[in-house]
């Protein structure tokens, strides 16, 4: 009898010395982080294609949303994922990138360092961490109207801080804004603000280590300004091009809303104002499902 229980004990003390083996076996330490530029080629999400580019003047308003839990342990530019940090993903902007986003529903602003792509829907313009969102106040469904507007000074050094920034070739810069064509839309048109003018040579910032990435948790108010929800489908400087669009969507109450700026007008085709979030996002998916796929909600 004391033989079979002293079997059993030692049975028992292999078992759970193999079963801690194995637990030590299947646990993979994460990769280290790598903090390097990143702009990318095309891609498609959610069957929608974005098309990246670097930009150090961009302003723009559309909702944000809260980072799901289960993220990977590196944001797209080889950061570590840390959702108590002021950081945030965006689906086209050079990474990293540091940008001012303005809550409009109370006016809280911070300094987020864009760091990872995404979100992964159409109907959102920005992915912020927990911290981000606590500090902004995000109302308790966790989609905030937002003001999101790239700092050029900061986004400069941040760039230049880690490897694989892009050096400015002063010798063959044009010596003028280089335009981009106006193509009619075939459903889906190519804002027109998307020529940029060639990045001013900048000062190079001295390299930071990767344990200063972190940006300060500091809150300024400014008025709010909650606006009003609209579907813009493109931005064109031909009208025939914009009404052409607003023809292709005229079942959804599309309209033409023209602006000019000194010698230059602009021709919008927006649907709205939507008086709920609900209302927008099912309006931006049938959009989306007539083929013009660059549409966006935005908030003014």
């Known amino acids: 009898m ?3 229980n002293i079997s059993a004990k030692l049975s028992r ?5 193999l079963l801690a083996l194995a637990a030590i076996s299947c646990h993979h330490p994460p990769p280290p982080a790598n903090p390097h530029y990143v702009l990318g080629a095309p891609y498609q999400a959610d069957g929608v294609w974005y098309y ?7 302003q ?40 001012r986003l303005t809550n409009l529903e109370n006016g809280r602003q911070v300094l987020v360092r864009i760091n990872d792509r995404g979100p992964a829907t159409p109907h959102r313009l920005i992915e912020v961490t927990r911290r981000t969102a606590t500090l902004l106040d995000f109302p308790a469904d966790g989609v905030a109207r937002v003001r999101l507007e790239v700092v050029p000074t900061e986004s400069y050094s941040a760039v230049d801080a880690v490897q694989g920034a892009p050096k400015l070739e002063v010798s063959t810069a044009p010596l003028g804004a280089v335009q ?7 459903g889906a048109a190519a804002p027109a603000n998307t020529a940029t003018a060639p990045a001013p040579a900048q000062p190079a910032a001295q390299a930071v280590a990767t344990t200063d990435l972190r940006l300060p948790e500091a809150v300024t108010q400014a008025s709010p300004d909650p606006g009003s929800l609209f579907v813009q489908l493109g931005t064109f400087q031909s009208f025939q091009y914009a009404d052409i669009q607003r023809a292709h969507v005229a079942g959804l109450g599309a309209r033409i809303v023209s602006t000019r700026e000194g010698r230059v007008q602009t021709h919008r085709v ?11 996002d099912a309006v931006l998916d ?4 007539a083929g013009v796929t660059d549409a966006r909600i935005v908030v003014e």
């Open 13 to 17: 003390t292999a078992l759970a010395l």
């Open 2 to 4: 004391r033989a079979r």
């Open 180 to 186: 981009q064509s106006e193509l009619p839309p075939p």
């Open 60 to 99: 723009e308003t559309g909702l944000a949303m809260v980072y799901p839990s289960g993220h990977a342990d590196l944001t797209a530019d080889g950061e570590v994922f840390d959702q108590t940090a002021l950081a945030a993903a965006h689906q086209t902007l050079q990474l990293p990138v540091i940008a």
């Open 52 to 58: 990246p580019r670097e930009s150090y003047q961009q």
């Open 270 to 280: 927006i649907i709205g104002p939507f008086t709920s979030l609900q209302q927008a």
């Open 286 to 289: 049938q959009v989306i499902l």
